[in-house]
C-alpha cells in the first residue's frame, strides 16, 4: 500500500555511467516531481511533471532527463553521472494539476546516489 | 526570487523543554507554507500546512506553526519535546502560479536527549 515508491533505495556508480531511477506514485495525483537533497541536506527542486507534461524544469543540467510514461510514474535518467551528482533524490506527487497550489506533495523515500 | 531561511542550524534540547523554530521567507504574493519534517534514514512528512483563515496551524505530533505575514514568518513550535521529535525540519513555502514548486528552507537538525 506503498503512496510514492522509488527504486532503488541505493545506488552507487562510477563516474561517467548511464543510471535510472524510478519513481510510481498510487495515489491517483495528477503531478509528479524529482527533488534532489545534497550532503547539507538542503532540497532543491529539479522537474515536475503534470499528466505526463513537463510543467518545471529548473536549471538541471542536460545529462538528466525525465520521463513520465503515464501519469503515476517519472523516471529519471542521468547520463554521464559526475561527481557531484551525488545526492538523495527524492520524488513527489500531488494531487492538482499544478495551477493553485494548495495541495499537499506526499515524498517516497528516497535514492542515494553515490558516484565514486 | 523566493527564498525560505531557516534561523537554526542544529537546535540540541532535553526532553520536555519548549521548541520554537524559526522560518522566515521572501516573497510578495500569496503564499502556502509548510513544516516537514524527516526522521533519520527516512522520508520527508508533512507536519502541518497552512493556506488561508486561521493564522495559527495545528499538526501531527503536537506541533503548531503560527503564521505572521507582517513578519513574513512561519514559526513551528511544540510545548514539550520527546526524543522521538529527533529529525530534520524543512520550512517550504509555494505560491500561485509556480506549479506547485516547493522552495525549501535549509533545515534545522533537532537533537532531544533523553
Known amino acids: 500500500d506503498t503512496a ?8 552507487v556508480t562510477q563516474m561517467g555511467n548511464d543510471k535510472s531511477i524510478k519513481c510510481e506514485q498510487n495515489l491517483g ?7 534532489k537533497q545534497d550532503s547539507k541536506k538542503f532540497l532543491k527542486i529539479m522537474f515536475s511533471y503534470n499528466n505526463k507534461e513537463l510543467i518545471i524544469n529548473e536549471t538541471v543540467p ?7 510514461p503515464d501519469k503515476a510514474h ?3 535518467h542521468i547520463n554521464s553521472l559526475e561527481l557531484g551528482d551525488s545526492a538523495v533524490y527524492f520524488c513527489a506527487s500531488s494531487p492538482l494539476s499544478g495551477g493553485p497550489s494548495t495541495d499537499t506533495q506526499y515524498f517516497g523515500p528516497g535514492t542515494r546516489l553515490t558516484v565514486l | 526570487a523566493q527564498s525560505v531561511s531557516q534561523h537554526n542550524h542544529h537546535v540540541i534540547l532535553s526532553e520536555a523543554a519548549s ?10 504574493g500569496t503564499v502556502n507554507l509548510f513544516w516537514y519534517v524527516q526522521y533519520p534514514g527516512q522520508h520527508l512528512q508533512l507536519l502541518l500546512k497552512y493556506f488561508s483563515g486561521d493564522p495559527l496551524v495545528k499538526g501531527i505530533k503536537g506541533f503548531e506553526a503560527e503564521f505572521i505575514k507582517s513578519k ?3 514559526n513551528l513550535r511544540k510545548p514539550s519535546v520527546q526524543w522521538s521529535d529527533t529529525a530534520e525540519y524543512f520550512c517550504a513555502v509555494n505560491s500561485y502560479n509556480q506549479g506547485g514548486k516547493l522552495i525549501f528552507g535549509q533545515g534545522t537538525e533537532l537533537s532531544v536527549k533523553p
Not at chain 1, 510514492?4 to 545506488?11: D, E, F, G, I, R
Not at chain 1, 495525483?29 to 527533488?35: G, I, P
Not at chain 2, 521548541?19 to 510578495?28: I, Q
Open chain 1, 4 to 11: 510514492v515508491s522509488q527504486t532503488p533505495k541505493y545506488l
Open chain 1, 29 to 35: 495525483h495528477d503531478t509528479m516531481y524529482w527533488y
Open chain 1, 62 to 68: 542536460n545529462r538528466f532527463s525525465p520521463k513520465s
Open chain 1, 74 to 76: 517519472l523516471n529519471l
Open chain 2, 19 to 28: 521548541l520554537e523554530l524559526g522560518c522566515n521567507y521572501s516573497y510578495g
Open chain 2, 72 to 74: 513574513f514568518s512561519f
